[in-house]
């Protein structure tokens, strides 16, 4: 979908407004669709130049249903809805009329974009080595540097057994 800044639309609105040409008349001139000259002009009537300005904004599930049911209550068209309420986005009245008919005010929620929050996890019991004492960590800590040179010794001797082995085996004898 083409974006145009907020001087092109007020040129097309002011246009629209002065001249004794059609909406659909100039929307030729332009190159624009004719429902958009339609609603830049029903939004500038509305609301003026900040009608044309772009516009971000979350809207509530109360909200959506406000303008629907004002929509149906009045027996508005969905774009005379959207320059009423000041709704940019074409499509959002007609999907938020889906939406309400399919699942009710809790369908017309904001979704939420991201990660959801982490769960808070209670704090973990305290590990073993937390109730021992500094004393029987410490004899612990050199049973296992002991219990460590010992197998790196071990690994040593069975490596030089091994390399004796393939040692004899290379050498031919001289019968």
């Not at 959002?92 to 769960?119: N, V």
């Amino acid at each position: 979908m083409a974006r145009y800044d907020e001087s092109f639309k007020l040129r097309v609105v002011q246009q629209c407004l002065r001249e004794d040409v059609s909406p659909g008349e100039i929307a030729r001139q332009h190159g624009l669709d004719k429902s958009t000259v339609h609603q830049w002009l029903e939004t500038y009537r509305q609301h003026g130049m900040s009608g044309l300005r772009k516009k971000y904004s979350h809207r509530s599930a109360t909200f959506k249903q406000e303008v629907l049911e004002r929509m149906w209550r009045d027996g508005l068209s969905q774009r005379q809805t959207a320059a009423l309420f000041d709704i940019r986005e074409r499509s959002a009245i007609g999907r938020w009329e889906r939406q309400y008919h399919s699942g009710g005010l809790t369908a017309l929620e904001p979704k939420r974009k991201g990660r959801r929050p982490m769960s808070k996890k209670p704090p973990s019991p305290p590990s073993p080595d937390e109730e021992r004492s500094q004393k029987e960590l410490l004899e612990e800590l050199a049973y296992l540097r002991a219990e460590n040179a010992y197998l790196k010794k071990l690994d040593a001797l069975i490596r030089e057994e091994q390399a004796a082995a393939r040692g004899k085996k290379r050498k031919p004898s001289r019968d």
